[in-house]
Structure formats: C-alpha cells, structure tokens
C-alpha cells in the first residue's frame, strides 16, 4: 500500500475526481480530498492511496508539477505520522511543513495511522488537523 499526498488542488476538485484521474494509474483504494472541519470547504490538498507502490510511483512521476482541474499539482509520497500510546486521540493529524511550506494532515480512523506532508512547497507555517 502506497499513500500519495496531492498538493495545489482546485478548491472545486472532489473526491470522485481526485480518484477519477489517479485511476489512470491502477486501483485507486482511497481518494480524499481534506476540507475544513468549520466551513466543509476544499483545503486545496488531498490524498490517494494505491494499493500496488508501482502504481503510486508511476502516478507520482507522471502527474507532479502537472495541470489537473485547472490547477497545477504537486504529487509526493505521503509521510507516515503515528503518536505514542494507543486510541484515536494520540494518532498525528499532519505534518509540520518544511522550508518556506505548509503540512497538512489526514485525520485516521480508529486504528489507522495518520498521514501527512512535510515538505518544500505552498508558503506559511505548518499546521495540521
């Protein structure tokens, strides 16, 4: 299994088009697109999760720096963030940004880890969930 974090999305991309387009690259077992808890908006980033990593390579390479819905996207590997002690309130939510970029975060489910992006890229502070 292969997470790909999709950054610069447009505010009107969904999840049915996020997984529409990444299908092109094999099964697509998860596509989200992460909105905000207060106003249900698109935060402009989102994740795809193939289960084959030849897959998700092959997404990764063919669509970063790519024009998707209008927008120019950036496509990486998803970073694994797991809290200490067990339950949904201890799993990390994002990441923390890398130079001059901004992390965003996944929210998991109970039991799942948490996936985020530490990364170069969108300008601002880090912040996640």
Not at 6 to 16: I, P
Not at 23 to 35: I, L, N, R
Not at 49 to 55: G, I, K, S, T
Not at 82 to 91: F, I, L, P
């Amino acid at each position: 299994m292969s997470k790909l974090f999709v950054g610069g999305l447009a505010w009107h991309t969904d999840d049915q088009t996020l997984r529409q387009k990444f299908e092109e690259f094999g099964p697509v077992e998860e596509a989200v697109v992460v909105k905000d808890r207060d106003t249900g908006r698109s935060r402009g980033f989102g994740f795809v999760r193939f289960a084959n990593e030849a897959d998700a390579t092959n997404a990764m390479s063919a669509m970063n720096n790519t024009e998707f819905d209008g927008r120019v996207i950036r496509v990486d590997k998803a970073s694994s963030k797991v809290g200490q002690g067990g339950g949904q309130s201890s799993m990390s939510y994002g990441g923390s940004g890398g130079p001059g970029g901004w992390g965003g975060g996944y929210p998991p489910q109970q039991g799942q880890q948490g996936y985020g992006y530490s990364g170069p890229g969108y300008g601002g502070q880090g912040t996640g969930f």
